[in-house]
């Protein structure tokens, strides 16, 4: 909630949106050479030589393996910048939820996301917001 709600947290957000549109374009760059090559040799498949569609259909494999390392390296890319992102935003957050808890003597501060029931009138993340917005600006 505070991550999602803090200016930091949009900004990052926005960051690793980005991030993950700069890398699904290029997938969908190498997908489209992939489909290329794989309408090329459907289209050509009966005036190819056995040597030339051989040729096609190695050329293809060897995109399409490509084209899946590339994928599955870009979606681990992704994850780890949402982890780093995530990671440096969260340890901003504990300083504030440390000195709010010293401050109101608070023992324990429950994340409200993964809380199955809590009372909202004790929710403080409006309050943690706006703190971890406010010590952003400064």
Request: charged letters at 30%; proline letters at 3%; zero cysteines.
């Given at each position: 909630?505070?991550?999602?709600?803090?200016?930091?947290?949009?900004?990052?957000?926005a960051?690793?949106?980005?991030?993950?549109s700069?890398?699904?374009t290029?997938?969908?760059?190498?997908?489209?050479?992939?489909?290329?090559?794989?309408?090329e040799?459907?289209?050509?498949?009966?005036?190819?030589?056995?040597d030339?569609?051989?040729?096609k259909?190695?050329?293809?494999?060897?995109?399409?393996?490509?084209?899946?390392?590339?994928?599955?390296?870009?979606?681990?890319e992704?994850?780890?910048?949402?982890?780093e992102?995530?990671?440096?935003?969260?340890?901003?957050?504990?300083?504030?939820?440390?000195?709010?808890?010293?401050?109101?003597?608070?023992?324990?501060?429950?994340d409200?996301?993964?809380?199955?029931?809590?009372?909202?009138?004790?929710?403080?993340?409006?309050?943690?917001?706006?703190?971890?917005?406010?010590?952003?600006?400064?």
């Amino acid at each position: 909630v505070v991550i999602n709600g803090s200016e930091p947290g949009k900004q990052a957000n926005a960051q690793l949106a980005a991030f993950a549109s700069a890398k699904q374009t290029e997938a969908t760059e190498k997908g489209k050479n992939v489909e290329t090559l794989k309408n090329e040799l459907s289209s050509q498949a009966d005036t190819l030589s056995p040597d030339e569609k051989k040729a096609k259909e190695d050329a293809f494999n060897a995109a399409f393996r490509e084209y899946r390392m590339l994928v599955a390296q870009s979606n681990l890319e992704v994850q780890k910048k949402a982890a780093e992102l995530r990671a440096g935003v969260m340890q901003d957050i504990k300083a504030v939820l440390a000195k709010i808890a010293q401050e109101d003597n608070y023992s324990l501060i429950a994340d409200a996301a993964t809380t199955p029931y809590y009372d909202k009138n004790i929710d403080i993340s409006p309050k943690v917001i706006q703190r971890y917005n406010e010590s952003k600006k400064q």
